[in-house]
């Protein structure tokens, strides 16, 4: 047993992990940029009352699961670990006055987010996420624009065959009726309801539609539907979104007890989920309008629409597929392997070998050196168990400007003028066939 671990609910992300979740992060960069979207960052810790203000100070993500950080006491403050990251972008959307910039403002922000939660596959206490945001646009286009980006990242990572679950919870006009007839729906049911949830009854009763207890399942379905009871203006609202990913031929389904996590969300909300899955635990990506949020953290009123990715649950989605595509395959494939390895046989003369390869960096080529002093069996071995296609062997004729240039694959080797290496380099990379 090693004497210390990373702390329960984290993970180190290893190259195996690390690599395929960048190659995520940037079609995602790069998608989002190609919408017109620019990367933020907001610091991984803010004021706790971002959150439990942006929130809501009855959600799980506030009550149970924020991760204080130790503020120094004398200075007053009490910061948290960000769960989330729409809240710090809408405090920074205040702070930086951006209401004057041309709205809407469209930012992405990729990074670790943190919950105390239960840890369990696939829920972690530090995860990964990609966050688009379009905050200053009343919708309902960019609402339907920003799915249309959700659906088509999925596809473009290899998972095509996502279910984009859509529902409209209302707004402040329409969501009190709605909530008094859920309550006194759930008063009916009370003696079927769990201890939680009958305290959420009290206290938050739309969080009770979140629930992830079993026993929950068929009372939730007899409960009633925010769209049923939808005023005129979201009602309208969201009929327009679904015209538009109609006419975008975006397939969604309807799923009228859809709730998000966070208070804060209105009108819009939807969620992803991998393809056969169900249950809240499956969630690859999930977002929504949250047309109060500015306002609540001292904004002006602005709505705002965004969506989260979640990096590691779709990483998760990728390598448990049987069936994946070349999409898929490319997110997961091994980092590439050296275009070639400088070896020698002088075994002590790592300097020589060092020099070589770092010429050949300069020249944009992906080299590796060996500097272990071991033979020249040892280290040809070592360069064709990376991989390498090609070993740039130094030996004696350096003397004379010449090295020897063996194709690892096919065996064969030749001498090469040390001032010709790279750009013979180059042109054997380009009609190498991989294999
Ligand atoms: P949420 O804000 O809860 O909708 O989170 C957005 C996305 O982040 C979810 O759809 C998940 O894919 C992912 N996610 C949320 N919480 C966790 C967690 N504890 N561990 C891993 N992924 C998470």
């Given at each position: 047993m090693p004497t210390f671990r990373a702390p329960r609910g984290t993970r180190d992300l290893l190259p195996a992990e690390r690599v395929p979740m960048t190659r995520l992060e940037r079609v995602a960069a790069d998608l989002a940029a190609r919408y017109g979207y620019h990367p933020m960052e907001t610091p991984l810790f803010e004021d706790a009352a971002v959150f439990e203000r942006g929130i809501g100070a009855v959600t799980d993500v506030v009550e149970k699961e924020l991760f204080f950080v130790g503020a120094r006491a004398d200075e007053g403050e009490r910061w948290a670990l960000r769960p989330e990251p729409t809240a710090g972008i809408a405090r920074a959307y205040v702070q930086h006055g951006m209401?004057?910039?041309?709205?809407?403002?469209k930012v992405t922000m990729t990074g670790s987010m943190f919950r105390y939660d239960r840890p369990q596959a696939g829920r972690y206490r530090q995860f990964w996420q990609f966050d688009v945001e379009a905050i200053g646009d009343p919708g309902p286009a960019v609402d339907a624009e920003i799915i249309e980006l959700a659906a088509r990242f999925y596809r473009d990572v290899g998972l095509p065959d996502v279910k984009i679950l859509l529902n409209s919870i209302g707004d402040p006009a329409c969501r009190p009726a709605y909530l008094e007839e859920m309550t006194a729906y759930y008063r009916r049911h009370e003696a079927r309801l769990p201890p939680l949830e009958r305290e959420r009854l009290e206290r938050n009763p739309l969080r009770i539609l979140d629930s992830k207890d079993p026993a929950m399942v068929d009372v939730n379905a007899g409960a009633p539907s925010m769209t049923d009871g939808l005023c005129e203006a979201c009602a309208g609202h969201f009929e327009a979104v679904r015209a538009h990913l109609d006419a975008l031929g975006i397939g969604y389904t309807l799923e009228p007890h859809l709730v998000r996590g966070l208070d804060y969300y209105t009108r819009t909300a939807f969620e992803v989920y991998p393809a056969g899955a169900g249950g809240q635990q499956s969630a690859i990506g999930g977002g929504g309008r949250y047309d109060g949020l500015v306002e609540l953290l001292g904004g002006r009123p602005t709505p705002g629409i965004g969506f989260g990715i979640g990096l590691d649950r779709v990483l998760l989605a990728l390598q448990e597929r049987a069936d994946r595509n070349a999409a898929a395959e490319a997110i997961l494939a091994p980092e590439p392997a050296p275009l070639a390895v400088v070896v020698g046989s002088d075994p002590a003369d790592t300097a020589t070998r060092l020099r070589l390869a770092t010429e050949l960096r300069g020249a944009g080529l992906a080299v590796r050196a060996d500097l272990g002093q071991r033979k020249l069996g040892k280290q040809l071995e070592a360069a064709a168990r990376d991989g390498a296609h090609f070993a740039v062997i130094v030996g004696d004729e350096l003397a004379s400007g010449q090295v020897q240039l063996r194709d690892l694959d096919a065996g064969t080797q030749r001498p090469t003028p040390v001032t010709n290496l790279a750009r013979d380099l180059e042109r054997a990379a380009r009609t190498h066939h991989h294999g």
């Amino acid at each position: 047993m090693p004497t210390f671990r990373a702390p329960r609910g984290t993970r180190d992300l290893l190259p195996a992990e690390r690599v395929p979740m960048t190659r995520l992060e940037r079609v995602a960069a790069d998608l989002a940029a190609r919408y017109g979207y620019h990367p933020m960052e907001t610091p991984l810790f803010e004021d706790a009352a971002v959150f439990e203000r942006g929130i809501g100070a009855v959600t799980d993500v506030v009550e149970k699961e924020l991760f204080f950080v130790g503020a120094r006491a004398d200075e007053g403050e009490r910061w948290a670990l960000r769960p989330e990251p729409t809240a710090g972008i809408a405090r920074a959307y205040v702070q930086h006055g951006m209401q004057t910039w041309p709205q809407p403002v469209k930012v992405t922000m990729t990074g670790s987010m943190f919950r105390y939660d239960r840890p369990q596959a696939g829920r972690y206490r530090q995860f990964w996420q990609f966050d688009v945001e379009a905050i200053g646009d009343p919708g309902p286009a960019v609402d339907a624009e920003i799915i249309e980006l959700a659906a088509r990242f999925y596809r473009d990572v290899g998972l095509p065959d996502v279910k984009i679950l859509l529902n409209s919870i209302g707004d402040p006009a329409c969501r009190p009726a709605y909530l008094e007839e859920m309550t006194a729906y759930y008063r009916r049911h009370e003696a079927r309801l769990p201890p939680l949830e009958r305290e959420r009854l009290e206290r938050n009763p739309l969080r009770i539609l979140d629930s992830k207890d079993p026993a929950m399942v068929d009372v939730n379905a007899g409960a009633p539907s925010m769209t049923d009871g939808l005023c005129e203006a979201c009602a309208g609202h969201f009929e327009a979104v679904r015209a538009h990913l109609d006419a975008l031929g975006i397939g969604y389904t309807l799923e009228p007890h859809l709730v998000r996590g966070l208070d804060y969300y209105t009108r819009t909300a939807f969620e992803v989920y991998p393809a056969g899955a169900g249950g809240q635990q499956s969630a690859i990506g999930g977002g929504g309008r949250y047309d109060g949020l500015v306002e609540l953290l001292g904004g002006r009123p602005t709505p705002g629409i965004g969506f989260g990715i979640g990096l590691d649950r779709v990483l998760l989605a990728l390598q448990e597929r049987a069936d994946r595509n070349a999409a898929a395959e490319a997110i997961l494939a091994p980092e590439p392997a050296p275009l070639a390895v400088v070896v020698g046989s002088d075994p002590a003369d790592t300097a020589t070998r060092l020099r070589l390869a770092t010429e050949l960096r300069g020249a944009g080529l992906a080299v590796r050196a060996d500097l272990g002093q071991r033979k020249l069996g040892k280290q040809l071995e070592a360069a064709a168990r990376d991989g390498a296609h090609f070993a740039v062997i130094v030996g004696d004729e350096l003397a004379s400007g010449q090295v020897q240039l063996r194709d690892l694959d096919a065996g064969t080797q030749r001498p090469t003028p040390v001032t010709n290496l790279a750009r013979d380099l180059e042109r054997a990379a380009r009609t190498h066939h991989h294999g």
